[in-house]
């Protein structure tokens, strides 16, 4: 924390190619997003301003690497809170619950991960729904991409019969192609947190602050119905931490 405020800006580590949470606003510039908030509202808490920060895209596959190697402070970046991510990294409480679920073609008539068996569905390379993916029965065959717009674009071209991940990175994918849906129920259970390094426990209190702060005063309820009111049933969970 002291070497944060001498240097006088948090780094944040950000995806700039998941519509909703981080990417880059075509009109603007500037990176936007639920995650991108609540990383504003973090700086603001710390420096009394929301711009004191530098953020840093990275790839799903290099976000706990990132942390280790010092390159940032925090990760901010759509994160699944896991038992083998948390022997690496400290997160903060869950700001977001989501679930795995499937994004196919309008036309398509697959209603489940199951309807796909041996059919090529997308996903990013790094994240907890490939795992799933290869965890799958009856088998599908996962492709892997660096970043969710590519899964898009493969799904555009017809190289895949789906695309895979929670069901809050599916929604900024469906709003981007409304030829497409997102179908079947939710096979995993995903919480999101914000990471810092395992070595950094005074940073993730203060984080915890900032998000308590934000659930007591509505302001987490405002962001969560500003960047995904229209797109599913996503609220702010209840707080729980690690003991």
């Known amino acids: 924390m002291e070497r944060i405020l001498a240097r006088g800006r ?14 880059r606003d075509p009109t603007t510039g500037r990176l936007d997003g639920l995650d991108i908030a609540l990383v504003r509202e973090i700086s603001t808490a710390l420096f009394g301003r929301p711009d004191r920060v530098q953020f840093k895209t990275v790839p799903s596959r290099r976000r706990i690497e990132v942390l280790e190697q010092r390159e940032v402070d925090l990760v901010a970046h759509s994160m699944t809170i896991t038992c083998e991510r948390m022997e690496r990294v400290l997160f903060s409480s869950d700001y ?20 796909l068996a041996g059919r090529r569905v997308c996903t990013a390379d790094g994240t907890t729904s490939l795992a799933e993916l290869r ?8 492709v892997t991409v660096a970043d969710w717009t590519d899964c898009l674009v493969l799904l555009q071209l017809g190289d895949v019969a789906a695309v895979s991940t929670t069901d809050n990175v599916l929604a900024g994918l469906c709003a981007q ?15 999101h947190g914000i990471a810092v390094a395992e070595d950094a426990p ?7 602050g900032v998000l308590a702060d934000l659930r007591a005063s509505g302001t987490l309820r405002a962001l969560h119905e500003k960047w995904l009111g229209g797109y599913g049933d996503f609220y702010p969970p209840a707080p729980r931490y690690r003991g």
């Open 10 to 23: 948090l780094v944040v580590g950000v995806d700039q190619n998941t519509y909703l949470f981080g990417y």
């Open 96 to 115: 977001l619950d989501s679930g795995q679920r499937v994004l196919v073609p309008e036309a398509s008539p697959a209603k489940t991960l199951a309807d």
């Open 135 to 142: 965890r799958a029965r009856p088998n599908v065959e996962p």
């Open 177 to 191: 192609d409304p030829t497409t849906r997102i179908t079947g129920p939710r096979f995993t259970y995903e919480p």
């Open 202 to 208: 005074e940073l993730i209190r203060f984080v915890n």
